[in-house]
């Protein structure tokens, strides 16, 4: 499956951004999807992740809510609704795919990658 990411920019602070990944392929709801990000000098972590039918979620504690993510499997879409935006989400954001099921918080069981996209948040 091919990745493709879009909707970082600039926002200010408290401002919202919603990220989309568009999956290639016909078997998008094979896949369980999640979003990473990595600020300049920092590894990359975990942000959400979501299972295969959408039925469950999880996030990472800095972002829980704030980010929601959802997908639309009849879209081939994985999405982050990201609100109340905080300097410290600056970063550029990933998406990735897993085909197991399940939710997973670590990168390394991600098979398939985006290229990313960059959230820059102003204070």
């Known amino acids: 499956v091919q990745l493709q990411a879009s909707g970082g920019g600039l926002v200010q602070t408290g401002g919202s951004l919603r990220l989309s990944c568009a999956a290639s392929?016909?078997?998008?709801?094979?896949?369980?999807m999640g979003w990473f990000r990595q600020a300049p000098g920092k590894e990359r972590e975990f942000v959400a992740a979501?299972?295969?039918?959408?039925?469950?979620?999880d996030y990472a504690e800095s972002v829980n809510g704030r980010f929601t993510i959802s997908r639309d499997n009849t879209k081939n879409t994985v999405y982050l609704q990201m609100n109340s935006l905080k300097p410290e989400d600056t970063a550029v954001y990933y998406c990735?795919?897993?085909?197991?099921?399940?939710?997973?918080?670590?990168?390394?069981?991600?098979?398939?990658w985006g290229q990313g996209t960059q959230v820059t948040v102003s204070s």
């Open positions: 392929g016909r078997t998008f709801n094979a896949y369980g």
């Open positions: 979501i299972s295969r039918s959408g039925g469950s979620t």
């Open positions: 990735a795919a897993r085909t197991m099921d399940g939710i997973v918080t670590s990168g390394r069981w991600y098979k398939y």
